[in-house]
């Protein structure tokens, strides 16, 4: 997927299966009050509406986004910003090397919106079969 931010190009790749396990795992608990939310993201991105998707969302998970240790946020943030790729010059160039950003311009809210970008694309597909209340099994017989 390819978008701009702030006047930059990006373009995301999907992470695999087991970085998207790693991920979810850690933001499962995260995103438990904010499924809805993904919902609406997802509705809006589809409806080409991505920056105000993402910008409804990201105040919401910054805020769960906090809470999480050092290592949680890190097992999250990184995974996805390794699949982040801006244009520079004539080529693209990964955003996100051996824990370090590659550019200096990469402020804390374009870092979120890059990482919640490949949340909705890599886990969009997860997220949306989460249920959005907690069903009630019937008691035993």
Same mark, same amino acid.
């Given at each position: 997927?390819?978008?701009?931010?702030?006047?930059?190009?990006?373009?995301?790749?999907?992470?695999?299966?087991?970085?998207?396990?790693? +991920? =979810? *795992?850690?933001?499962?608990?995260?995103?438990?009050? @904010?499924? /809805?939310?993904?919902?609406?993201?997802?509705?809006? $991105?589809?409806?080409?509406?991505?920056?105000?998707?993402?910008?409804?969302?990201?105040?919401?998970?910054?805020?769960?986004?906090?809470?999480?240790?050092?290592?949680?946020?890190?097992?999250?943030?990184?995974?996805?910003?390794?699949? +982040? =790729? *801006?244009?520079?010059?004539?080529?693209?160039?990964? @955003?996100? /090397?051996?824990?370090?950003?590659?550019?200096?311009? $990469?402020?804390?809210?374009?870092?979120?919106?890059?990482?919640?970008?490949?949340?909705?694309?890599?886990?969009?597909?997860?997220?949306?079969?989460?249920?959005?209340?907690?069903?009630?099994?019937?008691?035993?017989?």
């Amino acid at each position: 997927m390819e978008f701009e931010i702030k006047g930059n190009q990006y373009r995301t790749a999907k992470l695999n299966v087991f970085e998207q396990l790693k +991920v =979810s *795992r850690k933001l499962l608990p995260v995103l438990a009050g @904010v499924v /809805s939310e993904f919902r609406d993201v997802q509705g809006r $991105i589809a409806g080409n509406d991505t920056e105000g998707a993402v910008s409804s969302v990201l105040p919401k998970i910054a805020d769960a986004v906090s809470k999480l240790s050092d290592e949680d946020c890190n097992a999250i943030l990184f995974p996805c910003l390794s699949v +982040v =790729s *801006r244009q520079h010059m004539k080529s693209w160039v990964p @955003v996100f /090397s051996q824990d370090t950003l590659a550019f200096d311009d $990469i402020d804390l809210f374009t870092m979120l919106q890059l990482v919640a970008r490949v949340v909705a694309d890599s886990l969009g597909n997860f997220l949306q079969e989460l249920p959005t209340v907690e069903t009630v099994s019937p008691p035993a017989a």
